[in-house]
């Protein structure tokens, strides 16, 4: 089976830095303990599946706090290339970055979500594409993209997990291990930011 993430044990040890880590063999203990579940009687064939991945955690870049450039890059030998801070659009804008550096096609953003942090070009829409789909930051509003109403294991791929959007009522993969981005964010993004307006007028004419 293909898990799209980490295994939980090394990305929570990686989140919590204070929390005493686990032994190599202990985490292997765990590993093994889940699958001999599939050879006890009485389980229907569904159990098979038990354990497989949890649902993506898809705004966990978001939770953590955003890096800062590293000290290495605040003095460049090249003074065009040194960072300068700028103001947000307002407090908690999680879309703006906070420290820029170069200029015309060449200015770059830090996207400080990133693991490690890192410089993406601003004209060229890597910024925008990385906090978008990677990230899941509407450029618009500077706040996440909503999240879906529901998660289910898709009927079929029970690997893949799907959410009920809000918007449009679809079921939704969350990611996608063919395209690069969050196959959840790129329709949060079509969906969210641009909703249809099919049924817009109708309700309009129902209220009135
Ligand atoms: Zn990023
Ligand atoms: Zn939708």
Redesign the pocket.
């Known amino acids: 089976m293909s898990a799209p993430n980490p295994p939980p044990l090394f990305s929570s040890a990686a989140g919590f830095p204070e929390a005493p880590r686990p032994l190599p063999s202990q985490g292997l203990f765990r590993l093994l303990q889940s699958s001999p579940l599939d050879r006890l009687p009485g389980h229907h064939h569904t159990t098979h599946f038990a354990d497989l991945t949890d649902p993506p955690d898809l705004y966990a870049s978001i939770a953590a706090a955003a890096s800062d450039p590293p000290e290495s890059d605040m003095h460049p030998s090249d003074a065009d290339l040194t960072p300068h801070e700028q103001d947000l659009r307002f407090t908690g804008d999680l879309y703006t970055p906070k420290w820029v550096r170069g200029h015309g096609n060449k200015r770059e953003g830090w996207c400080g979500l990133c693991k490690p942090g890192r410089w993406l070009v601003l004209k060229n829409s890597a910024f925008w594409y990385d906090k978008s789909f990677t990230h899941g930051v509407s450029a618009a509003t500077g706040a996440a993209f909503a999240g879906p109403r529901e998660t289910r294991r898709t009927e079929g791929n029970l690997d893949v997990w799907e959410g009920l959007?809000g918007?449009?009522g679809?079921w939704?993969p969350l990611v996608s291990s063919k395209k690069k981005g969050t196959t959840w964010f790129r329709?949060?993004y079509k969906?969210?930011t641009h909703p249809k307006v099919k049924d817009t007028p109708k309700r309009r004419r129902e209220a009135s």
């Open positions: 959007c918007g449009c679809d939704v329709h949060a969906c969210h």
